[in-house]
C-alpha cells in the first residue's frame, strides 16, 4: 500500500456520455395501473419526464463544475479513496471532514464548499475534506467488509495523511453514523461532530414516549410509516446487493427511478415532487455519476456490510444536532448516545440538507463549530 496523494480530474469519457443518451432513447416502459399515484411506487409519467430532461442534460458543464474543486485519490487499507480536498484562503481554518450517504455524492456538496471555506467571517472558515464514501462514486471498492467502523477509521487516517491533527466531523445519512464513529475512533483529533439526516428509527427505551411534543410525536409517525412501507430498498440491498444492481448498471432508466423514490420520499414534505426540493440538473448529476461510475452494487452492498450490526455510539465529543423536516430525532434519546452541545430545529429542507436547505445548515455547522474550534 502507498500512502501516496494523487491529483484526480472527472474525466467521462465520450463513448459513455453517447452511450447513456442512446439508452434512454430505447426505454422499454413498464405498464402502471391506472390512477396509482405514488402509492406502488415511482409514476410512469414522472420518470418519463425526467428522463427526457436526462437525455438532454449537459453532463460535461456539470463535470466542469465538479472540476473547478480540487479531487485527489489515495489508496487506505486497499480501498482507492476519492476526496475533494478545498483548502480556505483564510489563515486559521479548521479542517472539516464532510461524509455523503446513500443514494447520494460528493455532488451534494457543491452549495456549501463556498460558504464553509471563504465566509464573510473568517473566523468560521474551514478546509474541508469530501471523501466519496467507499463504493460509491469515484471511489472504487476493491475488497468486501466495508462498514460504518472501517469507512471511520480510514477517515482517520486520510485526516492524518493530509497533515491535519486538529478537525471536526460533519456528515448526514450514512455520514450521521460514521462521523461520530470517527470521533469515538479519534477523540484526540476530532474537536467536534455535527450531525443531520439520520433516518432510523430511534432506539426507544421505556419512558422515552412519556411527554412527547406534538412535533416529536409527528417525527415518530413519520419514521413509523417509514419503516412499514418505505424500507424495502434497504431490504434488497441489505441482503441481495448483487441481484437487484443488475437491473441497475444495465438500466439508466432504472437506477434513476431507484433514486428518484429516495428524494421523493426523504425530502422536504412541504414540497410535492423531488425537483422541488431540489434542481433537477443538480439531481441528475448525482445519478450520473452513480451510472458512469457503475456502482449500483458496490453502494448497495454498504447496506449488506451492515445489516445486523448495531454500531456503538456512546457519548464522546462534543456534538451538534440539526434537526430537519424528515429528521426522526428525539432529543433524549440522541444523548445517550452523544454528548450533545447544541441542538437546532429547522421547519424547512429535509434529507438531503446540503442540496435543500444548504444556508441553514452551513450557518448550522458554523453556529456549532464556534463552540469548539
Known amino acids: 500500500m502507498t500512502s501516496e496523494v494523487r491529483p484526480f480530474r472527472i474525466a467521462v469519457p465520450d463513448e459513455d456520455v453517447e452511450d447513456l443518451r442512446e439508452r434512454l432513447l430505447r426505454i ?166 455535527h450531525i443531520n439526516g439520520g433516518l432510523a428509527y430511534p432506539p426507544i427505551e421505556p419512558g422515552d414516549l412519556e411527554h412527547l411534543t406534538d412535533l416529536e410525536q409527528a417525527r415518530l409517525a413519520a419514521a413509523e410509516r417509514l419503516r412499514t412501507v418505505g424500507t424495502g430498498y434497504a431490504d434488497l440491498q441489505g441482503t441481495r446487493p448483487q441481484t437487484v444492481s443488475f437491473g441497475l448498471s444495465d438500466s439508466p432508466v432504472g437506477q434513476l427511478a431507484w433514486i428518484l423514490e429516495k428524494f421523493w420520499e426523504w425530502t422536504d414534505p412541504a414540497r410535492d415532487l423531488p425537483h422541488d426540493a431540489v434542481e433537477l440538473d443538480h439531481l441528475l448529476t448525482d445519478v450520473s455519476i452513480y451510472w458512469f461510475t457503475n456502482t449500483s452494487a458496490s453502494s448497495a452492498n454498504l447496506y449488506y456490510e451492515n445489516r445486523g450490526t448495531t454500531d456503538e455510539l456512546k457519548p464522546g465529543v462534543p456534538t451538534g444536532v440539526a434537526v430537519f423536516p424528515t429528521d426522526p430525532a428525539i432529543r433524549r434519546v440522541l444523548d445517550r448516545q452523544h454528548r450533545i452541545v447544541h441542538w437546532s430545529e429547522f421547519t424547512r429542507g429535509g434529507h438531503f440538507a446540503a442540496l435543500e436547505a444548504p444556508d441553514l445548515l452551513v450557518d448550522d455547522i458554523r453556529a456549532f463549530f464556534r463552540l469548539v474550534r
Open 28 to 193: 422499454r416502459w413498464p405498464r402502471q395501473l391506472p390512477g396509482d399515484g405514488w402509492d406502488r411506487g415511482v409514476p410512469v409519467g414522472y420518470v418519463r419526464a425526467v428522463a427526457e430532461r436526462w437525455a438532454s442534460y449537459d453532463w460535461r458543464l456539470w463535470e466542469a463544475r465538479l472540476n473547478e474543486y480540487p479531487q485527489y485519490t489515495t489508496e487506505i487499507d486497499d480501498q482507492t479513496i476519492h476526496f475533494l480536498h478545498v483548502r480556505s484562503p483564510h489563515a486559521g481554518a479548521l479542517p472539516l471532514i464532510l461524509t455523503h450517504g446513500w443514494p447520494g455524492s460528493v455532488a451534494e456538496f457543491l452549495p456549501v464548499l463556498g460558504p464553509l471555506t471563504d465566509p464573510a467571517d473568517p473566523r468560521d472558515a474551514f478546509h474541508i475534506v469530501a471523501p466519496s464514501v467507499p463504493g460509491h462514486g469515484f471511489s472504487v471498492p476493491l475488497e468486501s467488509g466495508w462498514n460504518h467502523d472501517r469507512i471511520a477509521r480510514a477517515w482517520a487516517e486520510l485526516m492524518q495523511r493530509l497533515g491535519y491533527e486538529r478537525y471536526g466531523a460533519q456528515g448526514g445519512d450514512t455520514g450521521s453514523v460514521v462521523s461520530p464513529l470517527l470521533g469515538q475512533l479519534d477523540p484526540d483529533h476530532v474537536v467536534g461532530v
